[in-house]
């Protein structure tokens, strides 16, 4: 059942990451990288985290971030089409 809750909130943060980086303003994109990799940094240093297997660490840290990065390049190329698009319609209209 905890597998589930984890499915479920990771699905949720890329959708939210989805929905960030289709913004006008390119640096909404860049909350969720940002706090993520905060997050990660102060459970390294936290003496509350402890973390067995350093490399099995620095791979969630590094993979979780590449998928929210990714996240982020798709949803500035969906804009800069989506733009692309609307210019065309535009351009197409003043021919009329």
């Known amino acids: 059942m905890l597998r589930i809750y984890g499915f479920l909130i990771a699905i949720v943060i890329l959708g ?3 929905f960030l980086s289709r913004r006008n303003n390119v ?3 860049a909350i969720l ?3 993520y990799l905060i997050t990660f940094t102060y459970l390294w240093f936290s003496e509350t985290f402890f973390v067995k297997n350093t490399s099995s660490f620095l791979f969630g840290v590094f ?3 590449v998928v929210l ?3 982020w390049a798709n ?3 969906s804009l800069k ?3 692309k698009k609307e210019l ?3 351009k197409l209209h003043d021919f009329k």
């Open 16 to 18: 939210i990451q989805s």
């Open 27 to 29: 640096y909404w994109g």
């Open 33 to 35: 990288p940002v706090m």
């Open 63 to 65: 993979g979780g971030l």
């Open 69 to 71: 990065l990714g996240a």
């Open 75 to 77: 949803g500035r190329e």
């Open 81 to 83: 089409k989506k733009r």
């Open 88 to 90: 065309e319609k535009m």
